[in-house]
């Protein structure tokens, strides 16, 4: 089977260290991007200003409870999309429609996803995400 490259898109950026991780731990894009958008767990990540999300592989239930063996995670970042023009109609402005700041959306966001691995096992939990950042975490994806 042959890997496939990330495409960039308005929504999602993918570095190079996540391509590298996805070629060493056999992981997809739809894999990765189904990890961000339905997560089990939410935590701060270990870098400034980041999220890692988590989501089990193959989770059996024991005794009314989850059980795994091992976790994929993702970190990204989100970040403020730079220069997006709100109208899709303004594919070449003039100088007049780039000078007027109504004419940008300055609440286009994007991920950008930064790393992507498997977990052996089950991870400990640690800094779960405050309720605000949750909330527009939800508005971006």
């Known amino acids: 089977m042959q890997f496939k490259l990330p495409k960039n898109t308005k929504e999602f950026f993918w570095t190079n260290h996540v391509i590298f991780k996805m070629k060493c731990y056999g992981l997809s894009t ?6 961000i958008k339905k997560p089990e767990r939410k ?8 999220i890692a999300v988590m989501q089990p592989v193959n989770p059996k239930i024991q005794n009314g409870k989850k ?8 970190m990204y970042q989100i970040r403020r999309a730079r ?4 109208t899709p109609s ?3 402005p003039d100088k007049s429609q780039l000078s007027n700041p109504k004419n940008y959306n300055l ?7 930064i790393s992507a691995w498997r977990y052996p ?5 640690k800094d779960p995400i405050p309720g605000a950042i949750l909330a527009e975490i939800k508005g971006v994806i």
């Open 30 to 35: 739809q894999k990765i991007l189904n990890v």
């Open 43 to 50: 935590e701060e990540g270990i870098v400034k200003n980041t």
């Open 67 to 74: 059980i795994w063996k091992q976790e994929i995670w993702a």
């Open 83 to 86: 220069n997006s023009l709100a």
């Open 90 to 92: 303004l594919a070449k």
């Open 107 to 113: 609440k286009a966001k994007s991920l950008r996803i």
């Open 121 to 125: 096992g089950v991870s400990p939990r």
